[in-house]
């Protein structure tokens, strides 16, 4: 997926002017029953709102009734049950929230591969007869790329999946593929990327050197670019 007719943020050097200007941003994860947003389904979503003085409000996590069945491989990826989902909202009242928790189109969306998680929000929008999302959309897996380009040269796949990251950074992870745990490792994934990439950003506000970012791992950086 390349994020066809998704606002995609592709200017990585100006990412950090657009988190010291005090934007809020979200970080979300879905949890679904398949890879095709067509015929899949939402399972769980899961969000954290922030911006450069840290977290906003409550986060955002739901589990969702699918009009399918699990399989059993998801049920050990996630350790979400069949029981867990039988008397869960659908996932037109969850979405519905959702959106009413985001509360701006102006709110940056950042997900880990990005168009995965929006294409089944906008799926689900589109069976609602709603709108798709507007908002300008970060995803962390190009620019953890980006940042990190020296992890290619281990030759190893998987390098830049969003736990070997919250590996190699130290960032706690509580419950992988969990979508709230996850969409909290891409908040401090993110903002792990603008502090390592502070030398290189561009038109940086005078607040950006004196405001430090906090970040589970903030010694020990790799080498970039």
């Not at 970080?27 to 679904?32: G, I, L, Q, S, V």
């Not at 281990?154 to 969003?162: A, P, T, V």
């Not at 401090?188 to 405001?211: G, M, W």
Request: hydrophobic share 40%; glycine share 4%.
């Amino acid at each position: 997926m390349h994020g066809r007719g998704l606002k995609i943020f592709r200017h990585y050097k100006h990412i950090a002017s657009e988190f010291y200007s005090g934007k809020v941003f979200v970080a979300f994860d879905t949890e679904t029953t398949g890879l095709h947003s067509a015929t899949d389904y939402l399972m769980e979503i899961g969000a954290v709102k922030f911006n450069m003085e840290g977290t906003i409000g409550e986060p955002f996590s739901s589990l969702i009734k699918p009009p399918v069945p699990i399989n059993d491989f998801l049920q050990k990826l996630t350790h979400i049950t069949p029981q867990m989902l039988e008397n869960q909202s659908d996932a037109s009242t969850v979405t519905f929230n959702f959106l009413r928790w985001i509360s701006s189109d102006d709110a940056i969306l950042i997900a880990h591969n990005a168009p995965f998680d929006m294409y089944f929000i906008n799926a689900q929008l589109e069976r609602m007869n709603m709108e798709p999302l507007k908002n300008t959309v970060i995803d962390t897996l190009p620019l953890s790329r980006w940042a990190y380009p020296k992890l290619n040269q281990n030759g190893l796949e998987g390098q830049y999946k969003l736990q070997n990251l919250a590996s190699l950074f130290h960032i706690p992870v509580f419950e992988a593929h969990r979508a709230l745990d996850d969409a909290r490792v891409c908040m401090e994934l993110f903002k792990r990327i603008i502090s390592d990439t502070l030398p290189v950003q561009k038109d940086l506000p005078p607040l950006a050197q004196s405001k430090k970012i906090l970040t589970p791992s903030p010694d020990g950086q790799l080498q970039l670019f």
